[in-house]
């Protein structure tokens, strides 16, 4: 049996789902791993990594998907190379199938299986395959990290002979995975941090790491049985809007990392918000590429509002993409090895088993 991956178009993504380290472990369940060339050399990680763990490295990416019983790939495939998938493949990776409905459908005819593993439910048993969790964890922190790189004050409070230095003030708003990964970098760096969110389990996490927790007054807990957050009601949003104005006015930085799995980012914070803040004051939007929660932010731009400047990248992690892949690749073994039968030696379709059922793409 033989799985393959293709590079990625590297201008838009950098990650690859198969590393040298995580490679032994697929020759463990006897499976042979093709690959296309020079598939990571924008990484630092040459061919001959690949080959000293017995991957074959193929000519050309025809070759791969023409071989290959299951492609293990970060985003979905392009329009030419999704053409060229055969009866019964496998495409695992994270195909984003509300976005990419229509490309899906245009294939189905040729009975391919596709998984996209963004959409793995929040059991213990998938804990190990979750890529929203350890994606987002790099985001949480690479976005406090540019977000006070672009800051032009210091972060932390400094007392010295000329004066005191106020530290600066961190709000976070979406207590998530990358919410939580935020407050405590923000923290460990000096901040003092605030942070909001729907699901009111999240006060304890945040109050954990330090942080202080905004509490809209009357508030209902608003989290899916999956432990995401789900959509507020008009009047719950009146109230947050009037909290995070006044709050909005002694804040510094603010990360945003609200998101709703499928469906548009939640708008939270206005443009009238934006206007009480401070001039110098940053917003780094991680859900841009979804809408934003910022109403002015603009995908890969730096938009300027009366001094505030409102950050929003397509793809933060293409800045970590070597710490990102490792711990993808990791989360696409677990799932490939759940998947895999090793004594049939073939791949089996349990729909009894949550994880198959909720990941294959209908």
Do not use: W
Not at 119 to 143: E, F, H, V, W
Not at 200 to 221: D, R, W, Y
């Amino acid at each position: 049996m033989i799985i393959g991956s293709v590079t990625e178009d590297i201008n838009i993504e950098k990650r690859v789902a198969i590393t040298p380290e995580i490679l032994k472990k697929y020759k463990s369940l006897d499976l042979e791993v093709y690959l296309s060339k020079n598939y990571a050399n924008h990484l630092g990680i040459k061919d001959d990594e690949y080959k000293s763990q017995g991957a074959t490295i193929a000519e050309s990416n025809d070759e791969v998907i023409s071989k290959s019983s299951a492609l293990l790939q970060m985003n979905i495939l392009n329009d030419e190379n999704l053409s060229k998938l055969k009866n019964d493949q496998i495409l695992v990776g994270v195909l984003n199938p509300y976005k990419n409905e229509n490309k899906l459908k245009n294939i189905t005819s040729k009975n391919i299986k596709f998984f996209s593993l963004e959409l793995l439910p929040r059991i213990t048993r998938a804990q190990s395959m979750d890529i929203l969790s350890s994606q987002a964890n790099l985001a949480g922190y690479k976005a406090v990290v540019d977000s006070f790189a672009y800051f032009q004050k210091a972060i932390p409070m400094m007392m010295t002979a000329a004066g005191t230095i106020s530290a600066a003030k961190v709000l976070v708003v979406g207590a998530g995975v990358a919410g939580l990964q935020a407050i405590a970098t923000a923290k460990r760096m000096g901040a003092i941090v605030f942070a909001t969110d729907v699901r009111l389990a999240s006060k304890e996490q945040v109050e954990s790491l330090g942080g202080k927790f905004l509490i809209v007054e009357g508030s209902e807990n608003l989290e899916t049985e999956g432990g995401y957050a789900k959509e507020a009601d008009e009047g719950f949003k009146k109230k947050q809007e009037q909290l995070l104005k006044e709050t909005l006015k002694k804040i510094d930085i603010v990360i945003c990392t609200a998101l709703i799995p499928g469906k548009k980012a939640p708008l939270i914070i206005k443009k009238d918000m934006i206007d009480v803040m401070q001039s110098g004051s940053v917003i780094y939007d991680l859900a841009a590429s979804q809408g934003g929660n910022a109403e002015l932010t603009k995908v890969d731009e730096i938009v300027d509002n009366n001094g505030v400047k409102i950050m929003g990248e397509a793809n933060i992690l293409n800045k970590l993409p070597v710490s990102a892949s490792n711990l993808y690749a990791k989360n696409m073994f677990n799932f490939i090895s759940n998947l895999y039968d090793k004594e049939k030696k073939s791949f089996e379709f349990n729909l009894e088993d949550e994880i198959i059922e909720k990941t294959m793409v209908k």
